[in-house]
């Protein structure tokens, strides 16, 4: 069985910075497409970030774009969320999931493992 962890979410001001963090375990995490996703209150989940098994390959939302970046480092099966300049609107509980899709998909329907998400407050 597959597992996620997020951790690193928390409150900060418009501005700042967070990492989140996504530690999987159960099997090789190298074989997997990693995406970041995040849910706000009353709105659907939606695609934030995503990278391919080599970390060759990065996709983002047009609202992070510039502002997140995603890395992974596959000896420590572990994926990252770089949050820079942060924005109120930024606020969510943010998703780490896997894939084996052979694509970055934006899709989270592509996703079949899930973390149990981190809350990520941004004030104004």
């Known amino acids: 069985q597959v597992q996620l962890v997020e951790s690193g979410g928390g409150l900060v001001q418009a501005g700042g910075s967070l990492r989140l963090s996504c530690a999987v375990s159960g099997r090789t995490f190298s074989s997997y497409v990693m995406g970041w996703f995040r849910q706000a209150p009353g709105k659907e989940r939606e695609f934030v970030a995503g990278i391919s098994w080599s970390g060759s390959i990065t996709n983002y939302a047009d609202s992070v774009k510039g502002r997140f970046t995603v890395s992974r480092d596959n000896a420590k099966n572990t994926a990252y969320l770089q949050m820079n300049s942060l924005k109120p609107e930024d606020t969510a509980v943010y998703f780490c999931?896997?894939?084996?899709?052979?694509?970055?998909?934006?899709?989270?329907?592509?996703?079949?493992?899930w973390g149990q998400g981190t809350q990520v407050t941004v004030s104004s």
């Open positions: 999931a896997a894939t084996t899709s052979s694509i970055v998909a934006r899709d989270a329907q592509r996703y079949a493992y």
